[in-house]
């Protein structure tokens, strides 16, 4: 039995896998002005944050993309990927400075 679910859950994770080399360029987290385009407050610690840690496996995400609520969701799951590829977590404080940053920058909902 155990097996089993296994064997069902193996290629979920593989899709999965595959989706995640492919995604992070394309409709990405370049932006239209390419890699050094202009971020919004860039002397806030948040900055420094999204610059240091969020720029490693694609480029850095401009906070106009998402939604304060959406970035939330967002940073978690980049948490995993983070865990996933044996690189440590963000730590909480840092995570807290980019999230307020993200926020304040963020789109608003509609
Ligand atoms: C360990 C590698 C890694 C790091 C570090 C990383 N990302 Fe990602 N990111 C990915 C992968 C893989 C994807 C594509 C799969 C996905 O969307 O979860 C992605 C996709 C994205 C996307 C596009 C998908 C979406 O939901 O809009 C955004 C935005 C993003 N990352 C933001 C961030 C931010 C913000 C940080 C810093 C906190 C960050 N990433 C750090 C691996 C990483």
Redesign the pocket.
Known sequence: MKRGWLARLAPGALALLA??SA??GDS??RTAEGDLAAFPEMDAPGYAV?AS??S???AA?QPA??TADEWRR??R??QL??VQ?G?AA?ADADVKA?LDY?SRHARRPS
């Open positions: 989706a995640c995604a992070p990405g987290g999204l840690q969020c490693r496996c694609h995400p993309r998402h967002v940073v799951r980049m990927h983070r590829r690189m963000i980019l993200l």
